[in-house]
């Protein structure tokens, strides 16, 4: 019994020699779509971990024991920020006994302090719900502040791995060339969406609606973190009358039940949208994001 | 062997951090050439942010410009930023503060007062409270980092009738290397599974009979925590305790202030998206001197003098569709206990005399979430008592009379958001001879800012 546990011990601490042994910068990513802007910046020379799926709130998130064995072995974890993480993020870096990671330490990235935070709150108070005192956290939303934080992510990379430095930089060149090429072929092809109206599930989406120039009507769920009553789904159909929206929105992590609901009483297209990468089948990558975003909204609008 | 199997760990830790200490060489080689690379990024940037300014004039500030070439946006974002959360007060060095209420109303079939356990002789916090209409104990939560390599945490407690209570209050550390963590002070034990959560998190109005009976409701103490961190994949750690040892089931601080010590070993990780678990084994050892058992109205049933042995295997396994609880999750949890004592009994009346025991205990619950805010549950828990020498009299707190205790409850919980609860909990207990219905009533309400917990 005894031999047993030491071998088992001995195993356990070479193993991790042997990972700490390998080249790549261990990423912690705390959202598909960092995950998905680190692997094209990083490339060969990083090995990414996704924590949350675009199927899941990343604002409930549990602080599961795999995410803290993760975050242990990790050289750079990136988040989101603005209090998105909350709820779990805290935990994980008490939890990691990792002092690289830790805020404050070059490990340790968050990408809402590169991009202009909107819908920043004036007043506290949790009659609102779980609202963020830094401003809607939901920055992905908008592909320009993409290109901002991958600016950031790109010189963070270059600070913790000096050697790989030009293999950074060249990326990061790449990716910008690529990206600005997409802005513009989104801006046409989205042209047709400005001043459009809908009603969306959560206020998740300001940054898109800045981006497009889409106008939300009404919110779904207006309490952040509580469920719609029954007398503000009536409110939002009186409400269709007077300033009719062409359709609604929402996250592919969200319940659909409200939803569409809604989209039956009033006779409106309803649209799920990717959130993040890998929310719908056509949303693999950071690119497909956006294209198949804009291709939901525009077949709901000419349907 | 103790001693042995602690050599051991330690050789285990020092060869998981070595290969960082090899390192160090090439980084330090590394680092010059950093910053020599970043003294040149800088020089450019500075540059750079000169040309900036001016455009910046030239630029209107309206986001509907989409024209803008988004490095260009780039540039001018993040000064905006920086103004927006710059402030200059020292409030912000403020901790996290939090405040949870809770109360409720409970109703038995059998008066609490009469509450007991054949067989066991049971600490000072094993019961179930009061009838009726109450207010629990409120707790005010403080929690920071105190600088780059502590966090510390106070948890105080304030009881209905009045008083103030430390129930927790901790340092902890965050920069040590090589997976290892440092706790100090006063906390909640490690071991098993629930012990370590405040009751505000649990799923039921009270805790299980088996944790009430081995645990006296929750266990911990002042003393010392190290854990180490595995650096696997999967989730593995290893932890340990020196505690003073005045909290049942050890007593009296013996052995000069550190009279009880623990190890444990948690595992754990995912199925899928959809599953994830976590198991331990734990090992607790106590010494007693004078340690005071209880009947349910503070009298003092006895005293014990000895040493006690206790195991607790805990497994739980979550389960939430692609990984999002949020409108549906389940939850299955069970703790197994299996407790040894030697030494000697005395009971009220002063009569000495030689006491073992060997008992076992455990409870399973499973919860389930069916939609946003509603959730409902069941929990088994049961206790056996084994008792043996000369202090077992007939009729005494030691007498087990052929009954296996045990408590069957029913939970409906409702939560409005993760800051308001309210709960509904029916419960059978047959603890004694006589069974028991059981109703409560719970509200568990939070204000202020609170952490998320642990899984």
Known sequence: MRTWI??????????????????????????????????????????????????????????????????RGSDLVIAT????????????????????????????????????????????????????????????TD??????????????????????????????????????????RWQMMAAPLRGVKIIAYHKGWAYMLNWLGIQAVGIIEPVAGVSPGAAHLAELLAGQKSDPAAMVIYAAYQDDKASDWLGQRTGIPVVKLPFSVGGTDKSGDLFALYDDTIHRLLKALNR | MRKSMFAWLLLCMIMAALPAQADIMSDLHLMKDQMRKMQE???????????????????????????????????????????????????????????????GYRAFTQ???????????????????????????????????????FFASATLSLAPQGGLAVEEAFVQTLGLPGGVTIKGGRFFSGIGYINQFHPHHDDFIDRSLANRVFLNNIFGGDGLQARWLAPTETFFELGGEVLRGDRYPGGGAALRGAGAWDIF?????????????????????????????????????????????????????????????????????????????????????????????????????????????????????????????????????????????????????????????????????????????QLALQYIILIGAHGGHQF
């Not at chain 2, 455009?55 to 024209?67: G, H, L, M, T, W």
């Open chain 1, 6 to 71: 030491k071998l088992c011990l001995m195993f356990v601490a070479m193993q991790g020699s042997a990972w700490q042994a390998q080249a790549a910068i261990h990423v912690f990513a705390c959202e598909p779509e960092w995950a998905a802007l680190v692997g094209e910046l990083g490339g060969g020379d990083v090995s990414v971990y996704t924590a949350t799926s675009a199927l899941q709130d990343p604002h409930h998130i549990q602080a599961r024991p795999s995410l803290i064995a993760r975050m």
């Open chain 1, 81 to 140: 920020g603005a209090q998105l993480e909350i709820g779990w993020l805290p935990i994980l870096l008490r939890q990691s006994a990792n002092p690289a990671i830790q805020p404050g330490k070059a490990g340790y990235f968050e990408a809402a302090a590169f991009v202009r935070m909107l819908e920043v709150p004036t007043s506290m108070d949790r009659i609102q719900g779980d609202v963020h005192p830094g401003g809607n956290p939901h920055i992905q």
């Open chain 1, 143 to 184: 592909p320009r502040n993409i290109l901002r934080v991958a600016a950031a992510i790109n010189q963070r990379l270059q600070q913790l791995d000096a050697t790989h430095a030009n293999e950074y930089q060249q990326r990061f060149i790449d990716f910008s060339d690529r990206w600005q090429a997409a802005l513009q």
């Open chain 2, 41 to 103: 990024k800088m020089d450019k940037m500075e540059a750079e942010l000169q040309a900036a300014k001016k455009d910046k004039a030239a630029v209107p500030e309206d986001a509907s410009q989409r024209e803008i070439s988004p490095l260009a946006q780039f540039k001018q974002a993040a000064p905006a930023q920086l103004a927006s959360t710059t402030r200059s007060d020292a409030n912000v060095f403020n901790p996290q503060i939090s405040f949870i209420l809770n109360g």
């Open chain 2, 111 to 149: 008066n609490p007062a009469r509450f007991s356990v054949p067989g066991f002789a049971l600490g000072d916090a094993s019961g179930l409270g009061d009838r009726g209409l109450g207010i629990n104990e409120s707790e005010m939560n403080f929690a920071s980092n105190v600088d780059n390599s």
């Open chain 2, 265 to 437: 070993a948690k595992m754990g990780g995912d199925v899928g998206f959809s599953n994830s678990w976590l198991a331990g084994i734990s090992w607790l050892g106590t010494k007693s001197v004078a340690r005071e058992s209880f009947d349910n109205n503070g009298v003092v049933s006895g005293t014990f003098d000895g040493d006690n042995r206790l195991i607790i295997g805990s497994l739980v396994w979550k389960w939430a569709p692609q990984g999002n609880p949020v409108d549906r999750n389940f939850k299955l949890q069970s703790e197994v206990f299996h407790g040894r004592e030697k030494g000697a009994f005395t009971d009220a009346a002063g009569l000495r005399g030689l006491y073992t025991n060997n008992h076992w205990g455990g409870y399973a619950e499973a919860v389930y979430q069916f939609t946003q805010g509603w959730d409902v549950g069941v929990r088994h828990s049961m206790v056996v008592a084994n008792n043996a020498g000369s202090a077992v009299l007939p009729g005494s707190v030691l007498d087990s009379a052929g009954i296996h205790p045990n408590r069957t409850s029913f939970v409906l919980g409702y939560a409005n958001s993760e800051f308001s609860r309210f709960r509904l909990q029916y419960s059978l207990d047959k603890s004694q001879a006589v069974s028991d219905h």
